[in-house]
């Protein structure tokens, strides 16, 4: 982050420390971490996905932030939206939502709503299970491992077609939710064919429970989308994804291999 990023911050904390409402305001290091986790989803670890998110926004839309967490992509969404648009971020772990709401608030980010919610198929409450020491891989699915330690918590959940009214359009949901891809799209069914957002989203075999990454495909195209992976050179046809290949479980390791691929980005056709 430049010096000037950094004084931006710090005025953006004086002034909207008083929207933080009633939760411990963000620290300036806080604010800073926020900036710079941004920074670095945009231009090192999603490229592509910022690019075609870039084009596909205008001024005024409506996104919605699906598995926020920290708001790596929250701010970007916010400003490209712009005054007149709309980010609805959720965030299942109440203590991850509350501070990236207390984040929003202070960094002047007013046309952002977080929302401490789960997003699946049918709205009501679940349980959330947190594995012990990397809570970004909260997911509702329990763990396909016994020897998977996690803390579980009832949390709750909403489906976007109970949440958006139906006189809202949507333009893009982004979507990282840890093996519950299918559930969300089920919930969204109205606004995935009525409104026709890009969907932008993490997907993984290893997450998945009593179902298949085809089957995530499959029920996007039923509804008319067309979908592309990215890999290190950029978008792929989703034609070319082969995730005995490119998402294989060989290593210790192995989501971390350099042609391991789980980011998908489809459009309605």
Not at 116 to 131: C, F, M, N, Q, T
Not at 248 to 259: C, E, L, M, S
Request: net charge positive; proline share 4%; aromatic share 10%.
């Amino acid at each position: 982050m430049h010096d000037g990023d950094i004084a931006i911050a710090e005025d953006l904390a004086r002034s909207g420390a008083d929207r933080c409402l009633g939760q411990k305001a963000p620290s300036i290091g806080e604010i800073a971490r926020f900036h710079i986790r941004s920074w670095k989803a945009r231009f090192r670890d999603h490229t592509t996905e910022f690019a075609a998110i870039r084009r596909h926004l205008r001024p005024g839309d409506t996104v919605c932030d699906v598995g926020a967490n920290k708001g790596s992509f929250t701010s970007w969404l916010s400003r490209w939206c712009g005054e007149q648009g709309r980010v609805v971020a959720f965030e299942p772990q109440r203590e991850l939502a509350d501070r990236l709401a207390a984040v929003c608030a202070a960094a002047g980010l007013r046309n952002v709503t977080v929302e401490a919610k789960a997003v699946h198929a049918a709205s009501g409450r679940r349980e959330l299970y947190i594995p012990v020491g990397h809570a970004p891989g909260a997911s509702l699915n329990p763990p396909a491992s016994p020897a998977e330690r996690s803390d579980r918590v009832t949390v709750p959940v909403v489906a976007l077609d109970d949440y958006f009214k139906p006189s809202e359009r949507v333009t893009l949901l982004k979507v990282d939710v840890e093996g519950a891809e299918l559930d969300v799209f089920r919930g969204a069914r109205r606004i995935l064919e009525r409104d026709r957002p890009m969907l932008v989203f993490e997907c993984e075999t290893r997450h998945l429970v009593g179902r298949t990454i085809d089957d995530v495909f499959a029920y996007l195209a039923a509804l008319g989308y067309r979908g592309s992976f990215v890999s290190s050179t950029g978008l792929q046809p989703l034609s070319a994804f082969d995730a005995a290949v490119h998402q294989r479980h060989d290593g210790a390791w192995y989501w971390k291999r350099k042609d391991y691929y789980n980011n998908f980005i489809f459009t309605a056709g």
